[in-house]
């Protein structure tokens, strides 16, 4: 038995000052992790996956606003 997670994130960040858009980003990633024999195994496992897909998004997000910073 296997599970999926998949974690879908919606970034958007405006200027302050004039409400324009500066980003607008839809960030989609999944993982999948194999049923382990001893429950806490599997939490583990799950905690892992869910911790990984975050630091993916974290890291996206941080090059997408690099990317605006250096063509402005």
């Known amino acids: 038995l296997e599970?999926?997670?998949?974690?879908t994130s919606?970034?958007?960040?405006?200027?302050y000052l004039t409400?324009?858009?500066i980003l607008n980003?839809?960030?989609s990633y999944s993982a999948a992790y194999k049923v382990q024999d001893q429950?806490?195994?599997?939490?583990?496992?799950?905690?892992k996956s869910i911790q990984n897909l975050l630091n993916k998004t974290y890291q996206n997000?941080?090059?997408k606003m690099s990317e605006?910073?250096?063509n402005k």
């Open 68 to 70: 605006i910073i250096l």
């Open 61 to 63: 997000l941080l090059i």
């Open 10 to 15: 919606n970034i958007i960040i405006k200027d």
């Open 25 to 27: 980003q839809t960030f």
């Open 19 to 21: 409400d324009d858009t």
């Open 39 to 47: 429950h806490s195994e599997t939490i583990k496992l799950e905690n």
């Open 3 to 7: 599970y999926r997670i998949i974690l």
